[in-house]
């Protein structure tokens, strides 16, 4: 059974908008939680990360929300541009292992 | 800039061949990864290694093998190729240490693999 899910296989977003996408955890162990970006063709590439124990990391346009109790992590990009339409995985670490979401597929209309 | 290098960006090969999957890190990374990705399933781990002749099974290791000699580069081998194996495969690589906290995986291109 997967221990990260990410419910929404593709979102559809206007250039300039909000981008939320979402990722949930079973496992209450996990200490450290990652977003990669993934273009067809190339491997995944590090977007942002945050440690649990807070529940917000900022880099520039993007931020990765963190709510523990309801074991549930988002990533806010704003605003979104169509250079950022691509596959994200989010991802959790128990350790020393990474484990990993189904992805979503963001497409940023111009 | 870390660097993960995959000797190949596609391959197709044929039911029952051995097949080996390549896979070099320039920035002297003791953790080494190989994933596979497949539509609707994510990135699932197969095996992993944290030193040189070190490997250790990860979530899916069945059909699979590894091999480390050297810590730049790792081996990911298909004994005898099936067509469930048709996937894309990931490896990568991330900071020395026993534990991987705090550092994020390094991505490979990643090698298409068609098995006929």
Sequence with gaps: ?110 | DVKVTQSSRYLVKRTGEKVFLECVQDMDHENMFWYRQDPGLGLRLIYFSYDVKMKEKGDIPEGYSVSREKKERFSLILESASTNQTSMYLCASSIPGRYTYNSPLHFGNGTRLTVT
Excluded at chain 1, 3 to 28: A, F, H, M, W
Excluded at chain 1, 70 to 77: G, R
Excluded at chain 1, 79 to 90: N, R
């Design chain 1, 1 to 110: 059974d997967q221990q990260v899910k990410q419910n929404s296989p593709s979102l559809s977003v206007q250039e300039g908008r909000i981008s939320i996408l979402n990722c949930d955890y079973t496992n209450s162990m996990f200490d450290y939680f990652l977003w990669y970006k993934k273009y067809p063709a190339e491997g995944p590439t590090f977007l942002i990360s945050i440690s649990s124990i807070k529940d917000k990391n900022e880099d520039g346009r993007f931020t990765v929300f963190l709510n523990k109790s309801a074991k549930h992590l988002s990533l806010h990009i704003v605003p979104s541009q169509p250079g950022d339409s691509a596959v994200y995985f989010c991802a959790a670490s128990d350790f020393n292992k990474f484990y990993f979401g189904s992805g979503t597929k963001l497409n940023v209309k111009p």
